[in-house]
């Protein structure tokens, strides 16, 4: 199987992959700073309620949105780093190749059709919810809610950062051995260990 080790070398759609990748992985970086965020703003809205017997709608709404934001903004962000709860007890078992048949059809046919379907039924749901400019039902809630459903759109569109994965495994299995060396922690160990065994 040839390898390419000189990344100036690298096929033009791997390089395409690797950028979409690097972004991913930037924005999956920096939300993920939410999470120290919700568990302040968490502690701040503890304290207030128990100890000054304050209390605030929005402080209280803010931690449903950051972690909205979070869920919805770092999917794809984990998806790349193949941090998804897996289902299938053969996938271990198989060799590398196996897996990028799994990987590559598990993403064609599963992943992309589902994010277009989420797409398609929710854009008439988030424009509805921007058409109206929908806040809070909540008196003293924060004003955007319609901001909040954009996620619904922005989940799926990330997740079809999918193609990425589904273009290395198909690279991979079309012989550029280093498609799959930086796509995951340590995926270029298993790529360099696998090869012999699977080619």
Known sequence: MARITNPSRKPRLLRIADVVDAGIRRLGEAVAWLSLLMVLVTFLVVVLRYAFDQGSIALQESVTYMHASLFMLAIAYTLGQDGHVRVDIFY???????????????????????????????????????????????AGGLPGVYLLKTLILFMPALLLQGLSWALRNGLYLAGVASALADATPGAGADTQLADGADA
């Not at 078992?93 to 398609?120: E, K, Q």
């Open 92 to 138: 271990q078992r198989l060799g590398r190749r196996g897996r990028a048949w799994v990987d590559l059809l598990g993403t064609l046919f599963l992943l992309i059709p589902v994010c277009l379907l989420i797409l398609s039924l929710g854009w008439a749901y988030v424009f509805e919810s921007w058409h109206v400019q929908e806040g809070s039902r909540e």
